[in-house]
């Protein structure tokens, strides 16, 4: 069975960092073919994709968020981590991991999500 | 980044109906395009893929069709479960970018 698990602060300040990390179970991204990407949903609003990682370790950003996010993985724990800098009171949303592969090229599994709250 | 839009945004429709959303790519993605099930407090869940692959596990009253730029989902008869928030969202350029939600309401 696959899962994913967003863990992380609920909130935080102001122009701190968030630091995110999804923990999965059921699946390798030492596994050819495997992506995990992070999307973001802020309250009542659409769905904004992040970034995403691959199984060779290719990273792929949103352009208007490039300058301020990083995404790694740790294969030998599961995990994936997400930071985004400069946190501003419009990056308020629910942070949710999600897997895909480039066959089909969808999320076909997603976390739970984490809400994210920013404080000024 | 390519667009997608949906039409309509909300749409209020009673049990047993069969209910269409469209989604309009800014430009051409061949069948690069999923549908997702968001309910209120719970994650997307992954319906179709590929325009009109049925992801497993999902019932056979789901069914996408389109390529290109124009695409739709169709629900046959309508089940109470099924009071959702409906994305699509194109795969073929990264950023992936998702349509703005069509809500289905009773």
């Known amino acids: 069975q696959v899962t994913l698990k967003e863990s992380g602060p609920t909130q935080v300040k102001l122009t701190q960092t968030l630091t995110l990390t999804c923990t999965f179970s059921?699946?390798?991204?030492?596994?050819?073919?495997?992506?995990v990407g992070w999307v973001r949903q802020p309250p009542g609003r659409p769905l904004e994709s992040l970034a995403v990682?691959?199984?060779?370790?290719?990273?792929l950003y949103n352009p208007s968020l490039k300058d301020r996010l990083s995404i790694t993985k740790d294969t030998s724990q599961n995990q994936v981590v997400l930071t985004l800098t400069n946190m501003d009171p419009v990056d308020t949303a629910t942070y949710y991991c999600?897997?895909?592969?480039?066959?089909?090229?969808?999320?076909?599994?997603w976390g739970q999500g984490a809400l994210v709250t920013v404080s000024s | 980044d390519i667009q997608m839009t949906q039409s309509p945004s909300a749409l209020s429709a009673s049990v047993g109906d069969r209910v269409t959303v469209t989604c309009r790519a800014s430009?051409?993605?061949?069948?690069?395009l999923a549908w997702y099930q968001q309910r209120p407090g719970e994650a997307p869940k992954a319906l179709i893929y590929?325009?009109?692959t049925l992801q497993s596990g999902v019932p056979s009253r789901f069914s996408g069709s389109g390529s290109g730029t124009e695409f739709t989902l169709t629900i046959s008869s309508l089940q109470p479960d099924d009071y959702a928030t409906y994305y699509c969202?194109?795969?073929?350029?990264?950023?992936?970018?998702f349509g703005q939600g069509t809500k289905l309401e009773i």
């Open positions: 430009q051409t993605i061949s069948k690069s």
């Open positions: 999600a897997r895909s592969n480039i066959l089909t090229g969808h999320y076909d599994t």
């Open positions: 059921g699946f390798s991204l030492r596994t050819g073919g495997v992506t």
């Open positions: 990682i691959y199984w060779n370790d290719r990273k």
């Open positions: 590929e325009a009109s």
């Open positions: 969202q194109q795969y073929k350029t990264y950023p992936d970018t």
